[in-house]
């Protein structure tokens, strides 16, 4: 949701200390070098990707939101992920640097955006977020076999694609 963002705010007026969960990354190192190459994606659309004015627009709109999600998400004293996965992309945007909005914009980000712990570099995994031990023990033979996937189906998730096979059940919602 972007809520990085309000760090500064809440650590410079309140000076209360930051701690936070990030369940998917606003933006992602994976994102900028899809326009860098400009290769069409989900998040790249044909009309940039084939276009370099609008590549050149888009990467640097990029640019400067990753520049300031990576010193937001370094306020935070620590950083609670749920996978392996997202903790890679975490990861790599609080290790991300760009030296030229260093230099461009030094004396903004001094006066803005103060990080009392600038050298935030990994988020820690907090996963699974329930006790698995009770589930483990129950027995699964002589059961159908059968994948249920409970997620939010969105543009770019390739869910429906893997989940659905030749013969498969819809189970619809309750």
Same mark, same amino acid.
């Given at each position: 949701?972007?809520?990085?963002?309000?760090?500064?705010?809440?650590?410079?007026?309140?000076?209360?200390?930051?701690?936070?969960?990030?369940?998917?990354?606003?933006?992602?190192?994976?994102?900028?070098?899809?326009?860098?190459?400009?290769?069409?994606?989900?998040?790249?659309?044909?009309?940039v990707s084939s276009s370099a004015v609008l590549s050149r627009g888009k990467?640097?709109?990029?640019?400067?939101?990753?520049?300031?999600?990576?010193?937001?998400l370094r306020v935070a004293r620590f950083l609670m992920v749920n996978s392996?996965?997202?903790?890679?992309?975490?990861?790599?945007?609080?290790?991300?640097?760009d030296p030229l909005l260093d230099i461009l914009l030094l004396v903004p980000?001094?006066?803005?955006?103060?990080? +009392?712990? $600038?050298? @935030?570099?990994?988020?820690?995994? =907090?996963? #699974?977020?329930?006790?698995?031990?009770?589930?483990?023990?129950?027995?699964?033979?002589?059961?159908?076999?059968?994948?249920?996937?409970?997620?939010?189906?969105?543009?770019?998730?390739?869910? +429906?694609? $893997?989940? @659905?096979?030749?013969?498969?059940? =819809?189970? #619809?919602?309750?």
């Amino acid at each position: 949701m972007g809520y990085a963002f309000t760090f500064h705010v809440v650590n410079s007026l309140g000076k209360i200390p930051i701690g936070a969960y990030v369940h998917y990354p606003t933006i992602s190192t994976d994102m900028l070098e899809r326009v860098r190459s400009r290769k069409k994606w989900h998040t790249n659309a044909d009309a940039v990707s084939s276009s370099a004015v609008l590549s050149r627009g888009k990467l640097l709109y990029y640019r400067l939101f990753m520049y300031y999600y990576a010193r937001s998400l370094r306020v935070a004293r620590f950083l609670m992920v749920n996978s392996s996965w997202t903790k890679g992309h975490v990861d790599a945007i609080l290790q991300h640097s760009d030296p030229l909005l260093d230099i461009l914009l030094l004396v903004p980000s001094l006066l803005l955006f103060r990080s +009392p712990n $600038a050298g @935030l570099t990994h988020a820690e995994i =907090v996963y #699974p977020p329930c006790d698995t031990r009770e589930m483990a023990k129950i027995a699964v033979e002589g059961r159908e076999k059968i994948i249920m996937s409970i997620a939010q189906f969105r543009k770019g998730s390739c869910r +429906p694609i $893997a989940l @659905l096979p030749k013969s498969s059940k =819809v189970i #619809p919602r309750t």
